[in-house]
């Protein structure tokens, strides 16, 4: 069974910094893509940042120039860098592996969320 999971959420002032970590784990043939993904109390999930084993990213546009998505494949490891946060940042964050299991059948693993929270 694949499991991940998120630690690095708390309470950040605005224009403060947060780093979000998610590692990946169990039994599995490879992980594709990993992503972040954060959901506001009463509003819709959304795509924050993503990464592919290659490298290549994507980010929201209200990620663009403050948020950095980064991996280590070696530990199985995507982080979150989130600089110049602002209150509207304030989600719970979810992590997403993209993975091929033992029988190089595709699945999406989600972790339980980090609460993000930027307030004076």
């Known amino acids: 069974q694949v499991q991940v999971v998120?630690?690095?959420?708390?309470?950040?002032q605005p224009?403060?910094?947060?780093?979000l970590s998610c590692v990946v784990s169990g039994r599995y043939y490879s992980i594709y893509a990993m992503g972040?993904?954060?959901?506001?109390?009463?509003?819709q999930g959304d795509l924050v940042a993503a990464i592919t084993g290659g490298g290549s990213t994507n980010?929201?546009?209200?990620?663009?120039?403050?948020?950095?998505?980064?991996r280590d494949n070696a530990k199985n490891t995507v982080y979150l860098q989130m600089n110049r946060l602002k209150p509207e940042d304030?989600?719970?964050y979810y992590c997403n592996a993209s993975i091929y299991d033992s029988l190089y059948r595709y699945l999406?693993?989600?972790?339980?969320?980090?609460?993000?929270t930027v307030s004076s």
């Not at 998120?6 to 950040?12: C, K, N, P, T, W």
């Not at 224009?15 to 780093?19: A, E, K, Q, V, W």
């Not at 999406?108 to 993000?116: A, D, I, K, Y």
């Open 6 to 12: 998120e630690s690095g959420g708390g309470l950040v």
């Open 15 to 19: 224009g403060g910094s947060l780093r």
């Open 36 to 43: 972040w993904y954060r959901q506001a109390p009463g509003k």
């Open 59 to 70: 980010y929201a546009d209200s990620a663009k120039g403050r948020f950095t998505i980064s």
């Open 90 to 92: 304030t989600a719970v």
């Open 108 to 116: 999406e693993v989600w972790g339980q969320g980090t609460l993000v």
